[in-house]
């Protein structure tokens, strides 16, 4: 995708924004651009990692969720507060790098999988014709292999119930605080052999879980890990939330002590080193970062200079005023209006709403963000419970279809001059 191409792809969910937009639309098309180099300039080449800065509610986890959506590249989302220092109890920050290439394990995994969905879907029925051959007593007497599949495979026989083999794996062990997991299954899954219990299911169900098995078999494995390594040190995406709760200069107690350590632990791997995965080793240099946060508390400069400058470009989003709530409340696919007409849909009711209407919501927004604290768009999510809160009580038992127009004087009524001052709607 062309960067202009990324950036309408973000604007069909988010409002505004574009400077945003525009500067990971050109980092992620960057990758594609070092992707055709010679390798030698390739090795050159490194991403420019971001950080995104804006006040609370403005779309900033809203663009990388979004993102992560579009892009086929291996992309995680992560919390920088949920990781501490080396040493400390907790996540690590070389964990994030882990759990990407996990991420990237399934993406090629997936591709794979639908490579050979036919091909397993093909023994999958072969393998579930022989067991109605054997186990039904409802197919028709002296009927063959062949005609068995034929109807396996055209979904006539979904309903019939099979006894299969499933593998009984066994659940993972919590051994570590913190989410240090072991899968004791795992380690012996190869010295051990495979525990399987018997089920009866569906022949629909069966299908699915033998084709999944079959499919397990025909993906070669070891290429799908080289593979995986490979996209995720090449194309990874690493999406680091909360960044600012982890800069300013640390108190010497409490929880704060190892905010400074942390920002130091993430210092190589931004800057390129070497970690090692269960799937082998992985080069952090070109696995691009972008890093985001309010920084309304504790700015960009509290963070320690190394690492602010390894986020070259920085991009700040501007806080939400009235015609961009009007937008974000109509124009996204699946805006909040809609998504409460679908809901409220399902009870009969219609629930629709005027332009003004529209119009009255955003400007109690505005005001009630500019008079209490401003959450940006969160705003409107309280603001539209309690403006929907009546009519989603008061319902219809027998379900009989009801008509409600939300318009400017609806709005008014449920927000006095007062009441936009109140107290009493805040989150
Ligand atoms: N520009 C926007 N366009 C459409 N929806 C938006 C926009 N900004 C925020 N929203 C909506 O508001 C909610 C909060 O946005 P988001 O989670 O992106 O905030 P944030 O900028 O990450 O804030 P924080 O600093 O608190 O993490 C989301 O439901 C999102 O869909
Ligand atoms: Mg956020």
Not at 362 to 374: G, R
Not at 378 to 395: A, F
Not at 398 to 420: A, H, M, W
Request: net charge negative.
């Amino acid at each position: 995708m062309t960067p202009k191409q990324i950036v309408n792809e973000l604007d069909r969910y988010i409002v505004g924004q574009f400077n945003a937009k525009k500067a990971v639309a050109i980092a992620l098309r960057n990758r594609y651009r070092r992707s055709k180099l010679s390798p030698a300039d390739r090795d050159e080449i490194t991403p420019k990692n971001i950080i995104m800065k804006g006040p609370t509610g403005v779309g900033k986890t809203e663009i990388a969720r979004r993102l992560a959506k579009l892009v086929k590249a291996p992309f995680l989302k992560v919390e920088a507060t949920k990781y501490t220092e080396v040493g400390y109890v907790g996540r690590d920050v070389e964990s994030m790098i882990r759990d990407l290439v996990e991420v990237a394990i399934r993406l090629v995994k997936d591709e794979r999988y639908k490579e050979v969905e036919a091909r397993a879907f093909e023994r999958a029925v072969d393998r579930v014709a022989d067991l109605l051959l054997k186990q039904s007593k409802e197919l028709p007497e002296g009927i063959t292999k062949v005609a068995v599949i034929d109807e396996v495979s055209k979904h006539n026989l979904d309903q019939m119930q099979v006894e299969i083999s499933v593998a009984d794996i066994p659940k993972p062990v919590e051994l570590q605080a913190g989410g240090g997991e072991i899968n004791i299954g795992n380690i012996f899954g190869d010295i051990l052999p495979k525990k399987t219990k018997k089920r009866t299911v569906t022949v629909e169900e069966a299908l699915r879980i033998i084709a999944s098995e079959e499919s397990e078999k025909l993906i070669d494995l070891d290429s799908v890990e080289s593979e995986a390594l490979k996209r995720a040190e090449n194309d990874g995406v690493i999406f680091i939330d909360e960044m600012d709760k982890i800069a300013g200069k640390s108190s010497q107690n409490g929880p704060d002590v190892s905010r400074e350590g942390v920002q130091r632990d993430i210092l190589p791997i931004v800057e390129g080193c070497t970690v090692s995965t269960k799937y082998g080793n992985i080069k952090t240099d070109y696995i691009l970062f972008i890093a985001s946060g309010a920084f309304h508390v504790s700015k960009v400069s509290d963070l320690i200079p190394e690492l602010q400058g390894r986020f070259p470009v920085l991009v700040e989003l501007d806080s939400l005023g009235v015609d961009d709530f009007v937008k974000i409340l109509t124009e996204p696919e699946n805006a909040i209006t809609q998504q409460y007409r679908k809901l409220l849909a399902v009870d009969n009711i219609d629930l629709s709403f005027t332009d003004d209407g529209i119009a009255e919501i955003a400007n109690v927004a505005y005001d009630q963000n500019n008079t209490l604290e401003d959450i940006g768009a969160r705003r409107l999510q309280s603001i539209m419970e309690h403006i929907v809160e009546d009519i989603s009580y008061d319902i219809n038992e027998e379900g009989e279809p009801k008509k409600v127009v939300i318009d400017r004087e609806y709005v008014l009524n449920n927000f006095t001059t007062e009441s936009r001052n109140l107290k009493k709607y805040v989150l």
